[in-house]
């Protein structure tokens, strides 16, 4: 179970990855959960057929190229009229057209051919922007400030043209269009060769806030679909039109840069505007950053329920899924049946978590490995995920940690609840740098000249895995993927004694 967290959670993930399959663990994962950055990862490495029965250090390779070029290259006038051709056909294709297609668009070439992203949007401060847009105040055609703007942010042409003014001595990243689709991930799977990767998402009402209205939905390369009501359709036909059940329209399936949702939380935007926004700022400025920090950022797709109607006792049916969280329960008739669009935002806009999926009984989960890539508060998603849970009557373990053991944290922690077989455990691997300081590997030091490279900053606002951080040295990638990749090594013992408790739970239960 992976989280959010940009740059950051996909690099960091990664250096999971590796730790895991130097433990020969890796084929003992049955599914692997993401959203937003985490989910970058994953779209790329199911890209190829065998990716976990190789050496991981080729695709961290890749990505390690493109993580350090220069992404300046993004704003060409090149790569300016590529995004407007494909917004174009886009929308020729019958799709709706919003602002998270255009990052979706610079995302992907800012990583192109390195990692094709998936299911989850960076803001154009976190990727490192801010300190480089900047517009004349005195500009005639820059909005008022008190304009309206629909709810998905317009990009002027003021905007791009300052975008496209900058320079520094770029190096153009490889303008070859990717044309992954979800449902090409069905080739890494055939043979039951790679873990089932399932990328999260909530489905949302623009006009009701995330804690009154949400929706979890969930892609597979083979199905797409509401956990809330257990509908679900083959993921090529995610984003055609559909009434009853039925398919009416069908449109070319969505290449994967355009499944995207909202970006992070509004918190963690907030205070990285706070540093990197400029001043003054002109009437643009000012809708962008009220946009980034007071709305959610969607995608809308055709959604697939319409036409259907729940019957209105349908809250009291045991048999029904025991997602009731939203203020229109009571109203069957204001749910997403009636919806023409669903409304796609990023998780870590209520909880930066993955883990919905695996807490559906017939998945059977035994054993999760929830590896923390989230800013701020590592333990928060955590605490989080088990108060929800609890609420709802999903099995899940209490979460019970002192002040002072959060402000000291370790590299791993297991959760258990032995009264309630049906709760997964959870070994929690918050993202820090505790014994990676003073060891290389496991059990072996460090020397004086080897210390530096144990010097990872992972918790401080000066980090470099900041969220506004989309650019990192080759230095600050590789110490990022040892650290990851040691937290897991050092902590063996841990996960192979969950999984040995589950075991023997499983056997305790059958007799």
């Not at 899940?396 to 791993?412: D, G, V």
């Amino acid at each position: 179970m992976t989280t959010g967290g940009g740059t950051r959670a996909l690099t960091s993930l990664l250096g999971n990855l590796l730790g895991l399959q130097k433990l020969g663990l890796l084929d003992a994962i049955s599914y692997i959960t993401g959203s937003s950055g985490s989910t970058w990862t994953l779209s790329h490495l199911y890209q190829s057929a065998d990716w976990s029965h190789k050496d991981l250090s080729t695709p961290i390779g890749e990505v390690r190229r493109h993580m350090t070029k220069c992404k300046l290259s993004c704003f060409s006038l090149e790569s300016l009229k590529y995004y407007a051709k494909e917004l174009k056909l886009r929308k020729q294709e019958g799709y709706q057209i919003s602002s998270v297609d255009f990052w979706g668009l610079l995302l992907e070439k800012a990583l192109d051919n390195g990692v094709d992203l998936a299911l989850g949007l960076v803001a154009p401060h976190m990727i490192g922007l801010g300190p480089l847009i900047q517009l004349d105040p005195a500009e005639p055609s820059c909005p008022p400030e008190d304009q309206k703007l629909p709810p998905s942010l317009v990009l002027s042409a003021n905007l791009l043209r300052a975008l496209r003014s900058l320079d520094c001595g770029l190096s153009f990243i490889n303008s070859q269009k990717n044309n992954h689709k979800l449902s090409d991930e069905q080739e890494a799977l055939s043979q039951g060769q790679n873990p089932l990767p399932i990328y999260m998402i909530l489905n949302i009402k623009e006009d009701y806030s995330l804690s009154e209205f949400k929706e979890w939905v969930e892609f597979t390369p083979y199905e797409v679909g509401f956990l809330k009501y257990g509908a679900f359709i083959r993921a090529e036909d995610f984003g055609s039109e559909f009434f009853m059940g039925r398919l009416m329209k069908k449109l070319p399936e969505s290449r994967i840069c355009f499944m995207k949702g909202g970006e992070p939380s509004p918190s963690d935007i907030r205070h990285e505007l706070e540093t990197y926004l400029v001043t003054p700022e002109c009437g643009i400025m000012g809708i962008i950053r009220r946009i980034l920090t007071e709305r959610v950022m969607v995608s809308k797709f055709y959604n697939f329920l319409k036409g259907f109607q729940l019957h209105n006792e349908y809250l009291w049916n045991k048999n029904f899924c025991i997602w009731k969280d939203t203020v229109l329960e009571h109203f069957p008739n204001q749910l997403t049946e009636t919806a023409e669009f669903m409304c796609l935002a990023d998780t870590a806009g209520y909880i930066d978590i993955s883990y919905p999926p695996l807490m559906r009984p017939e998945r059977k989960v035994d054993v999760v490995l929830h590896l923390n890539y989230s800013s701020g508060s590592q333990t928060l998603p955590l605490e989080e995920a088990s108060k929800y849970f609890q609420k709802q009557g999903i099995p899940f373990p209490k979460i019970q940690m002192s002040e002072e053991e959060k402000k000291n944290l370790k590299e791993c922690y297991i959760f258990e609840d032995t009264e309630t077989p049906e709760a997964p455990t959870v070994v929690f691997f918050p993202l820090v740098n505790d014994s990676f300081r003073k060891y290389k590997e496991p059990g072996v030091e460090r020397s004086p000249a080897e210390m530096a490279h144990g010097n990872v900053d992972v918790s401080t606002i000066s980090s470099p895995y900041c969220l506004n951080s989309f650019t990192y040295t080759g230095e600050e990638f590789d110490k990022l993927i040892d650290l990851t990749s040691y937290n897991i090594q050092n902590n063996q013992h841990l996960i192979l004694q969950a999984l040995n408790s589950a075991i023997e739970q499983k056997r305790q239960h059958k007799k």
